[in-house]
C-alpha cells in the first residue's frame, strides 16, 4: 500500500502572486531602514520646509553626499513616499506625507514606529537563538533604537489622547488629579507618560518606575528639561517591587505583557493601590481569539511580540509570556488573580485598549 502523499495541483497565478507580494514586502523591509536613514539625515524636514527638489539641491542642504541622496530619493518616490516630476526632475514630499514623517507631535508620526521595528530587527539572530532553546531577551539587551523609537512612537499616541480621552473616561479620576492624586507609573520607559501627567496636572506627585536603569537615566533627565522635577521621581524597579502605597491611579502603559510576572505585578499593585484607587492598564489593540487579530495591526503587534514582547518576559522570573496580543479576557484573568473585582474597556484607539481595573 503506497504511503506516499498525493500531490497537490499548484496554482501558479495564486503563486507568482505571492512572489510578487513577498517582492514588495523584502522592499518595505528595506524601506524601513530608508526611513530611519532619513530621518536621521533629516531629509524628510528639508523636503518639508524647501519643497521640489532635486538630489543635488538635497544633498547640499543636508551636508551628505549627492548619490545616496539620488538612491534614497529614487526609492521613496517607487514606494509612493515622494513624488517625482520627470519634466522638472525634481522630488516632492506631499503634505500629507510631510505630517506623517516630520511633525513629531503628531497622532500620524510614523519614523518613531520604524526606528523602533528596525531597532527590534538589529537583534534577530539572538531571537533566533532564544527560540531554540526557549531562554529569553531582556528588554535591557536590545539595540538602543528600540528604546528611542518606542518612546518616540508611542509618545505621540499619548500627546493625543491621554488628557482628551483616556483620563477623562476613567470613573472620578480626572477630578481627583486636579485636586492632588498620587499616581505611580509603573514601566515608565523615558516617562513620557509621567511627565505628561505632571505637566497637565500640578498638584499631583507622580513616581515612574522601570527595571531599565538606562530609561530612567534618561526620564530624570526629561523631567528636569520639562521642569517637573519638583514633583515627578524615577526609580529603577520592576513591576512586582515598585515604592509607595496609597495610590490614587497606577497605570501601566503598554508595559503589562511584557513582564515576566504579570499576575504579581497585578498583586502588587493591589497592594499598593489605596481602596477607592483606579488601575489604568493600557494595552495593544487586540481580540479575544487570534483571528480576530489577523488585520493590519495585529500583523505588527504580533511581529513585536514574537521579536520584542515575548523575549523580554521569558528573560523574567515565571515568564508568563502574555505576548502583545493576549486580548481583554487573558488581561481580565490577570487582574482577578491578582485581587481586583472590577475590570471594564474604558476607551480605546487602534492602536490600544484602556481598561479601568478596580479593587
Not at 493600557?282 to 481580540?287: L, Q, R
Request: aromatic share 10%.
Amino acid at each position: 500500500m503506497s504511503t506516499t502523499a498525493p500531490a497537490t495541483e499548484i496554482d501558479a497565478d495564486k503563486l507568482m502572486s505571492f512572489v510578487f507580494r513577498a517582492v514588495d514586502e523584502v522592499g518595505a523591509t528595506l524601506n524601513a531602514g530608508l526611513v530611519v536613514m532619513g530621518d536621521k539625515l533629516g531629509y524628510y524636514r528639508d523636503l518639508a520646509q524647501n519643497g521640489p527638489s532635486t538630489p543635488a539641491q538635497l544633498a547640499e542642504r543636508t551636508q551628505t553626499a549627492e548619490p545616496y541622496a539620488r538612491e534614497w530619493l529614487n526609492a521613496q518616490a517607487a514606494g509612493d513616499y515622494v513624488t517625482y516630476d520627470p519634466a522638472t526632475k525634481r522630488y516632492t514630499l506631499p503634505p500629507e506625507q510631510a505630517i506623517a514623517m516630520t511633525e513629531a507631535d503628531s497622532p500620524a508620526f510614523l519614523p518613531g514606529f520604524f526606528q523602533f521595528a528596525l531597532g527590534t530587527l538589529h537583534d534577530t539572530e539572538h531571537i533566533v537563538d532564544a527560540a531554540r532553546s526557549g531562554a529569553g531577551f531582556g528588554w535591557h539587551q536590545h539595540d538602543a533604537d528600540v528604546y528611542a523609537g518606542c518612546e518616540r512612537f508611542f509618545r505621540p499616541g499619548y500627546h493625543a489622547n491621554l488628557l482628551d480621552s483616556w483620563i477623562p473616561a476613567l470613573d472620578g479620576v480626572e477630578q481627583k488629579l486636579r485636586d492632588g492624586a498620587l499616581v505611580a507609573d509603573v514601566g515608565c520607559g523615558h516617562g513620557a507618560s509621567t511627565i505628561l501627567l505632571a505637566q497637565a496636572f500640578p498638584a499631583s506627585t507622580f513616581i515612574g518606575s522601570d527595571y531599565h536603569a538606562g530609561s530612567i537615566e534618561t526620564a530624570r533627565l526629561r523631567a528636569a528639561e520639562a521642569g517637573v522635577a519638583d514633583r515627578v521621581r524615577f526609580e529603577v524597579a520592576s513591576g512586582q517591587e515598585f515604592s509607595g502605597t496609597g495610590y490614587d491611579l497606577v497605570a501601566m502603559f503598554d508595559s503589562l505583557h511584557d513582564m515576566g510576572d504579570p499576575v504579581g505585578a497585578a498583586r502588587h499593585v493591589r497592594e499598593a493601590i489605596a481602596d477607592d484607587g483606579t488601575w489604568m492598564v493600557i494595552e495593544p489593540m487586540a481580540g479575544d481569539h487570534v483571528e480576530d487579530n489577523f488585520n493590519t495591526v495585529g500583523r505588527v503587534y504580533y511581529g513585536f511580540s514574537t521579536l520584542l514582547c515575548t523575549p523580554a518576559s521569558l528573560s523574567q522570573d515565571v515568564g508568563l509570556a502574555l505576548g502583545a496580543q493576549a486580548g481583554p479576557a487573558r488581561i481580565r484573568d490577570v487582574t482577578a488573580a491578582g485581587g481586583f473585582t472590577r475590570f471594564r474597556s474604558a476607551t480605546e484607539t487602534p492602536f490600544n485598549r484602556v481598561f479601568e481595573v478596580r479593587p
